[in-house]
């Protein structure tokens, strides 16, 4: 990279990290809504661990919901003292990170600064992104760590050693298990992706396949043990504190039985009859219950699992509206307005993303020198989302996609910007 092109990206950078930090932090001093829901007991977990309370619940010690959040921002408070808007200080500058690692990640992939700005840009347009700053959620954190994965992943393939790169890159996505344990199972589906992208030659076209498998299985595992490696802490703590094998949250037996039922939106009853998860106040011993429960509706009642998963895949991409309701709703300036609200941000969501498509196929038809690179993206985006087809699933899961649908959008935005110009002037 020559110095020319070194100071184009410090530039684009600056601007757009401060362009960011402007809008984030003027964002949550106008808009800072009292904080309910999952969102109250984040805040309320943080200030009991930053007290050297322990992670409990109703008096007994949690790994309900995951430790890896409330335990970050408890380290904040530790410093700060416990404040909602230092936490919403804390998410501006995460989600201000996940812009630049936007930008880092497209001009990895794409060789051009131009589609890198677009990318970081489009992902500063996106309002949800804007809007998720006012609550205390687990998202900012979550996805930066994805997309610290992704950069450390994709700089390894890049070296003649990777296996330190990748460690580190498993070290990261353990850290973002202990967020949100959703990628516990990508290692399999790392090795689908480099079993059908790595470059090894053998002796016969057997030998070549065998090669391409063996390597392609060292890569994913050596993710997976430094991925363990992360979680360990905290499953060790959660065996000593609860003394039952817990590898991070023991809240999945009960999103699996809940998304087992979804057909649109949240399930949930209060009937023991229809739901004996309520009878079960061990959240242990409830978490197993929901796994057997939900093994046993999905044994029972296949085809309408199969159609419930599709309905969650689409309410998973359909609209972006949850910020919103957890951000105006409680404002009476607002709420009247929220349903305009919510068609403006799913009207910018869809232009987004079919930018972003038009980027994905142009990527796969005609960049061969990227081709591989983006096929990491495409790979978790294809996990994440079949991740769902079992467990609930709303606009909120979706927003650690976003900033890989953004990466999409630059070189999209830079293909339509010439097509544009080359119709305005086609003898130019």
């Not at 057997?206 to 979680?231: C, D, P, Q, S």
């Not at 990227?370 to 899961?397: E, N, S």
Request: with cysteine; aromatic share 16%; glycine share 6%.
């Amino acid at each position: 990279m020559g110095s020319a092109s070194l100071r184009r990206d410090r530039r684009a950078m600056t601007i757009l990290i401060v362009v960011n930090l402007v809008l984030r932090f003027a964002w949550i001093s106008f808009m800072h809504p009292v904080q309910e829901a999952d969102f109250a007991w984040y805040y309320a977990r943080a200030v009991e661990l930053a007290h050297n309370q322990g992670y409990n619940w109703m008096g007994h010690p949690t790994a309900y919901w995951p430790i890896g959040w409330p335990f970050f921002l408890s380290l904040i408070y530790r410093l700060t003292g416990p404040s909602v808007w230092m936490g919403l200080a804390v998410n501006a500058l995460l989600s201000t990170g996940i812009v630049a690692l936007v930008y880092v990640l497209a001009r990895m992939l794409f060789g051009d600064w131009r589609s890198a700005t677009c990318a970081a840009a489009a992902y500063t347009l996106l309002p949800s992104q804007l809007v998720w700053n006012s609550v205390l959620g687990s998202e900012e954190l979550f996805t930066l760590l994805l997309m610290m994965f992704f950069v450390v992943y994709l700089l390894g393939s890049n070296r003649a050693a990777p296996f330190r790169w990748l460690a580190i890159a498993g070290v990261i996505v353990g850290l973002a298990c202990d967020v949100r344990p959703i990628p516990l199972a990508f290692p399999a589906f790392l090795f689908l992706y480099e079993w059908c992208t790595t470059n090894v030659k053998g002796t016969s076209q057997l030998a070549t396949a065998m090669a391409r498998a063996r390597e392609a299985f060292v890569r994913a595992v050596w993710v997976g043990l430094f991925m363990l490696l992360a979680i360990l802490p905290v499953t060790v703590r959660n065996r000593l504190a609860m003394h039952h094998f817990v590898l991070v949250s023991t809240n999945g037996g009960t999103n699996l039985w809940q998304g087992v039922h979804v057909n649109g939106g949240y399930w949930w009853s209060y009937n023991p009859y229809i739901n004996p998860l309520v009878r079960v106040n061990n959240e242990v011993v409830k978490n197993k219950l929901g796994e057997h429960l939900a093994e046993q509706y999905i044994l029972h009642h296949p085809w309408k699992t199969f159609l419930n998963g599709w309905v969650k895949i689409f309410d998973l991409y359909k609209d972006d509206v949850n910020a919103n309701w957890y951000t105006f709703r409680l404002s009476p300036l607002f709420r009247p307005h929220l349903h305009a609200i919510d068609i403006m941000t799913t009207s910018v969501y869809w232009l987004l993303m079919v930018v972003s498509l038009i980027g994905v196929a142009y990527t796969c038809i005609k960049l061969d020198h990227t081709r591989r690179k983006a096929a990491l993206l495409l790979t978790f985006i294809v996990y994440y989302t079949c991740f769902f087809f079992f467990f609930p699933a709303w606009d909120r899961f979706r927003y650690p996609l976003m900033p890989l649908f953004a990466v999409f959008a630059g070189p999209a935005c830079v293909l339509l910007w010439h097509g544009c110009k080359r119709v305005i002037r086609p003898h130019a």
